[in-house]
């Protein structure tokens, strides 16, 4: 009987579809972990595919290739530790979540998942069956439990494996990253050790995917909720874990415990991580914005340059009569402090170009959002020709707020492939801002220092398409639209909700209004990164043609 079992936690970052890379992936960890004396290596749910892969699961031929990949990694793998796995199986005709136990050239055991996650990012009940729960499977002689991801938000499962005889529990998950996540992960999976009695380790993915980013922060906690070992949030790692047998049962050595950062940093490595892999994974290198010269944009080339590297970060300026002098000196020192490019395209002779077309059908009409609009579109317009002709991702630049009163114009200044700041909200950009000027990481690939300056932070924001522009001239002070959308939008709360906190009830109304009437701009907008637990695309997901409106609060 052994009495010591040595355990490799992998949170790596696979690649949705590229099931050979990934493969390749996994045998390079399990050739680490044979070199390092482990009995076991671990590797997270729907590993070989990558996660999520939605309905491109459903295909046969791709369910066909990734079990193949399995079994050939069984043989591969078949001399020295076992190898865990995840990926699809299939059993009396119905398709599973599994994770794939590999041992001396065949797989020893299928653990399939019992409880399938239907709610925000999530819906695995339209592609996956849920199956019984099954007992634990034995490794050099150590019986080891294996709850896949959802599996062990709920007692059940986790208190099944402990009665049928468990000794360890070894959770694979592909769990994305929310504010806060790391905090209710690490509650629950303490709840989970104190019910069973059982160490536990917690094994999470990193990357990102469209608008996901699975951030790691793997653990390991001993009876008690001791935390014996914590891998880093985000980061690529791997943890050899000793596990000792002792008189009370298996207990894990205490190994690395990384810091995990303040929301504000996760927020900004989310946007980094998630920009960076969306380019990566869709075979994109660089990347070109509108740089404004307010913040907004300012943030998003500093998201980009930490990304991808400044020299693959192309910026543009296209003023017209309406931008100011300050916009175009701003937006020049922060190209010149992120050391990215900046090109300028005026846009005034289109615009009068434009403007000379539609006179005739505009004759005896007044100037107004229309012509506002005209120059936004022919800035998406121009971005997009530059994106064509030289193969860069364009990135927009919309925050939140925008993006939930519909303050943007749809293919305007939403055109684009991707936006790395879609969940955060305008008060969080100032936060994020200042952070990003304060702060700087060896995972940033931009400059460190002041890279945003001041006057860009400080000034009114402005789209500068007519005169004196402010934001302010159309919506409520951000800190009073960001609260109430943060009640409607985050917390589903009623308009007499808001009231009795002491909102004025026809500004609410005014913001409840802009929200519905702006779902239509929202289904067209690219993918962005998620923050929040209500990001808009799949947490929230609401109809466009609708005519209710909440009539409570007075």
């Known amino acids: 009987m052994t009495d010591i079992f040595r355990l490799l936690l992998v949170q790596a970052n696979p690649t949705v579809g590229d099931i050979a890379g990934n493969a390749a992936k996994a045998r390079g960890h399990w050739q680490a972990g044979r070199a390092a004396g482990a009995d076991m290596v671990a590797l997270t749910e729907m590993f070989v595919t990558g996660y999520q892969t939605q309905d491109l699961i459903l295909k046969r031929a791709f369910q066909d290739e990734a079990i193949a990949a399995i079994e050939a990694l069984a043989k591969d793998c078949a001399d020295g530790p076992a190898l865990g796995i995840g990926g699809p199986a299939r059993m009396g005709g119905r398709l599973y979540n599994a994770w794939w136990v590999l041992q001396g050239g065949r797989a020893t055991a299928t653990v399939l998942k019992h409880h399938l996650p239907n709610d925000a990012v999530f819906d695995e009940k339209r592609i996956f069956s849920s199956a019984e729960v099954a007992g634990p499977y034995v490794v050099n002689g150590v019986r080891i439990g294996t709850p896949i991801c ?293 995972w940033m690939k931009g400059p460190g220092g002041e890279v945003i300056p001041q006057r860009i932070i400080q000034k009114p924001p402005s789209a500068e398409l007519r005169a004196n522009q402010t934001d302010q001239d159309s919506l409520p002070p951000y800190e009073v639209l960001d609260a109430i959308l943060e009640g409607l939008v985050e917390r589903e709360e009623s308009v007499a909700d808001l009231v009795a906190r002491g909102f004025d009830r026809a500004t609410v109304k005014k913001v409840e209004h802009l929200l519905y009437i702006a779902e239509y701009k929202r289904f067209q907008s690219a993918p962005g990164v998620r923050l929040t637990q209500k990001a808009f695309w799949l947490d929230r997901r609401y109809p466009i043609a609708m005519r209710w409106r909440d009539g409570s609060g007075g």
């Not at 009409?365 to 579109?377: D, Y």
């Not at 971005?383 to 303050?407: C, D, P, Q, R």
Request: hydrophobic share 40%; net charge negative; glycine share 10%.
């Open 150 to 442: 959802e599996d062990a938000w709920h007692p059940d499962v986790t208190e099944t494996l402990q009665e049928t005889g468990a000794e360890i529990l070894l959770i694979p998950n592909g769990s994305p990253y929310h504010r806060g996540k790391p905090n209710l992960r690490l509650n629950l999976m303490i709840s989970r050790v104190i019910e069973t009695g059982l160490p536990l380790c917690y094994l999470n993915m990193v990357g990102g995917q469209d608008d996901q980013v699975f951030d790691g922060s793997s653990m390991v906690l001993n009876p008690g909720g001791h935390l014996a070992v914590q891998m880093p949030q985000f980061d690529e790692a791997a943890e050899l874990v000793t596990f000792r047998r002792t008189a009370e049962g298996w207990r894990a050595d205490t190994g690395g415990i990384a810091d995990l950062p303040p929301i504000g940093e996760a927020d900004y490595r989310a946007c980094v991580m998630g920009l960076g892999d969306y380019m990566r994974k869709t075979g994109f290198s660089k990347a070109l914005l509108g740089l404004s010269g307010g913040i907004d944009s300012a943030i998003v080339a500093a998201i980009a340059a930490d990304a991808l590297g400044p020299e693959n970060v192309r910026c543009v300026m296209l003023p017209s009569e309406f931008t100011s002098a300050h916009s175009l000196e701003d937006a020049t020192a922060c190209a010149q402090r992120l050391g990215v490019r900046l090109d300028t395209v005026p846009i005034s002779g289109a615009q009068a170009a434009v403007g000379q077309a539609l006179a005739p059908l505009f004759a005896g009409t007044e100037p107004g959002v229309t012509e506002e609009n005209i120059q936004s579109r022919l800035r998406g317009l121009l971005l997009m020709a530059l994106s064509n002709k030289f193969g860069e991702m364009l990135l927009t630049t919309g925050n939140k707020s925008e993006m939930a009163v519909g303050y943007c114009t749809i293919y305007g200044d939403m055109n684009g492939g991707y936006n790395p700041v879609k969940d955060m909200y305008k008060t969080r950009m100032f936060l994020t801002a200042k952070w990003r000027n304060e702060n700087h990481r060896p």
